[in-house]
Structures are given as C-alpha cells and as structure tokens.
C-alpha cells in the first residue's frame, strides 16, 4: 500500500452531506487530512485558509455548477489536482471537465478502497506535474543564467577591444568586428610599445563560444606581454611559450598576424602565423601579398617564426581580415585577385573595414568577421 506523505490534505465539495462526511472519513482514516464543503461558497470560504493537494468537487453544487469552481480554482490553485464526482455517467460531461483542466472524472458510488486510489492516483500525479514544472523552471532559471553570463561575457570582450578607429600622426587604424555567437575567438589589438612603434595583432583561435573566447583573451594577453621584446621572432616564440599549456589542454592552436609599425618611416616587421589573409595595397592600383608566412601558433611546439618586412609609402594600407570574412566576400579566398575597388580607392581605414564588412551585422555568420586596416596617411 502507498503511504501517504504528510500534509496531504484534501478538500471534498459536494452537496450530499452523508456522502461527503463518509468520504472523509475514509479518507482520514487512510491518513489523509480532509475537510467537507457543501456548496461552492463553503469551498471557497476554505480555499482561502488552506492550500489543498486534492479536490473532488462534485459536478452539481446547490449555489453554483461544479465546472465554474473547477475554471476558478485552475486560476487560483493550480497547484491542486481536482477530480470531478459525479453522480451521472456522462462521457460529454466528462470529456468537459477534463478540457476544464480536472484531473479526472468519476462516477458515484464511490467505495472505500476506489476513493482511496483515486486520491492517491491523483495525488501522484500531481506531484509529479509539480516535479516537472519545478524542473522546467530550474532549467529556465539556468538558461537565463547563462544567457546573462554570455551577456557579460561578450560586453567584457568588447570591451578589451581598442577603440576605432585610432588616428595617429600620419597614420590610421580601424576595425570592424561581428561575432557569430554572443562570443568570439577572434580578436584584434593595437597599441604603442616603448620604442615608439605602433604594435597591431590580429588573432583567431580554432573553434567557437565560451572555450575559444577564453583561449583568446589568453592569446591576447601573451601578445601585449611580449611588445617590447626584440627581435620579432624571439618575441611571438615568448608569447607562444605563454599559450602552449592552454593550447594543449584545449586541444587548440591560434592563427595571428602580429607586427610593428614605424609611423615616421612606415616601417613595418610581421609575423604571419599561418594566419594568411594579409593584403598590401599600393595606393588604389596595386596590391601584393606577403613572402613570408609560418605555422600557427600551437601547432609545432618548437616551432620557429619567420619575420617579414615591408615599408608602407603614404597612401598605401595593410589590410587584415579573418576567414570569417571569406562567407561575406566569398572572392577574396582568391589570393591573387585585387581587393574591390571601392575598397582601393577609400580615403581613410574607417572606410576601407567599413566597405569590406558590409552586411555583417544583417546575416546568421557561420564564424566572427574581423577586419582590420591600417593606412599611412
């Protein structure tokens, strides 16, 4: 026999008063705690003194129909599983009471052992109903919780970002940035280190969300660790000594274009590693693509790197993109075919990211889109 679990309590409703003081009887002797109403006002009158788990609630009420209490309590008390009794064998009634939102719908007589059951049966099942609402809103409250934690998350990455676009003496840095998700593996950073050179550094680490957003934040940090370390190489070989712990517990590597520019001379010194898509545009009639490129960072952990040198002559701009772009500008995976004209012929880096970006914010990206440009004035 199912044993009856403590404040348990029960309302019958019902105008037979004999009837209903034998119910409760029974029901009190089957461990339950139960209260007899005989008219609706009385149901009522008790409602709002006591919660009850179950209700069997007569069909026909001296003062009022049974279904009109039913529709109120499934307001009020939804938490209380009713049962509608009845004295006639009608399934129209019955199918009513269930579209009402009864539990169940029983015909009188009603013995001893068939009241208990029904209680019990009821009585279950509502808790069970209330189990699972319980769990629907533990996992709302968790999903919004982490919805609120991405929130915040995003907003701290954003705010990690330099501010764009940057105007120097002779020289200007812009970017653009779209996240596929609420947050990115891509970044990008721009500063000047202590010998007067400008360092910019553009990132992205294999994969997306949460883990990629973090392995970022990680790249980030070793990069400006090492800004005044010279020579070049020596010092993106520091910064992925730095990362490689996290990298391999991660299983993850990071392509980046890390460089230095020299705003009087337009001399700048890179390392591509394996990052790629780099373009030099001579003025608005030519552009070249970088001669030296090197494995990303993480994937050889001895791995050495490979410096490149170019000077930038006013006019010219070094423009940085990340393979999210590639879904907006599918012909840009050509390396060798010309940046678009409009792009060519802009006047300022705002502009350049501007044009490359368009549309970013208005599609479902598959990955970030970063784009980042730097112009000698």
């Known amino acids: 026999m199912t044993a009856v679990e403590p404040n348990q309590k029960v309302l019958v409703v019902d105008d037979d008063e004999p009837l209903a003081r034998v119910m409760a009887r029974t029901l009190r002797s089957r461990g339950f705690e139960c209260d007899v109403a005989l008219t609706g006002a009385e149901a009522r009158a008790l409602l709002q003194k006591k919660d009850y788990a179950v209700a069997l609630l007569d069909v026909k009420l001296p003062d009022e129909s049974g279904y009109t209490l039913l529709e109120e309590l499934r307001l009020t ?97 812009a970017a653009h940035f779209t996240a596929a998700r609420e947050i990115s593996g891509d970044f990008y950073d721009w500063y000047p280190a202590r010998s007067g050179r400008m360092v910019l550094s553009v990132g992205d680490v294999m994969g997306k969300g949460l883990q990629a957003s973090l392995m970022m934040a990680t790249a980030r940090a070793a990069l400006r660790g090492v800004a005044d ?111 678009p004209a409009e792009v060519r012929k802009a006047t300022s880096a705002e502009e350049m990211v501007e044009l490359l970006s368009r549309g970013a914010g208005e599609r479902q990206l598959t990955d970030d889109v970063t784009v980042v440009a730097l112009r000698r004035a």
């Open 229 to 339: 370390v010279q020579p070049l190489d020596a010092a993106l070989s520091q910064a992925a000594a730095v990362m490689s712990a996290a990298l391999e517990v991660n299983h993850a590597y990071v392509t980046a274009f890390h460089c230095t520019f020299d705003p009087h001379s337009g001399a700048v010194e890179y390392v591509d590693a394996g990052h790629g898509h780099v373009r030099v545009l001579r003025g608005s009639k030519s552009q070249e693509l970088l001669a030296e490129r090197s494995a990303p960072i993480g994937i050889f952990p001895e791995g050495k790197f490979a410096t490149g040198a170019l000077t930038l002559a006013q006019g010219d701009a070094l423009v940085v993109f990340s393979d999210g772009l590639l879904d907006l500008r599918p012909d840009l995976a050509t390396k060798d075919v010309m940046l």
């Open 77 to 173: 008390r939804p938490d209380t599983a009713v049962v509608m009794v009845s004295g006639v064998d009608d399934a129209e009634l019955g199918k009513a009471a269930l579209e009402h939102g009864a539990y169940a719908y029983h015909v009188k007589p009603v013995g001893a052992t068939q009241l208990y059951l029904l209680v019990v049966n009821n009585l279950q099942r509502r808790n069970r109903d209330l189990d699972h609402r319980a769990s629907v809103n533990r996992l709302e409250g968790m999903v919004q919780e982490r919805t609120q934690q991405m929130r915040r998350a995003a907003e701290l990455q954003t705010g990690l970002l330099p501010v764009s676009p940057f105007r120097g003496q002779g020289f200007e840095i």
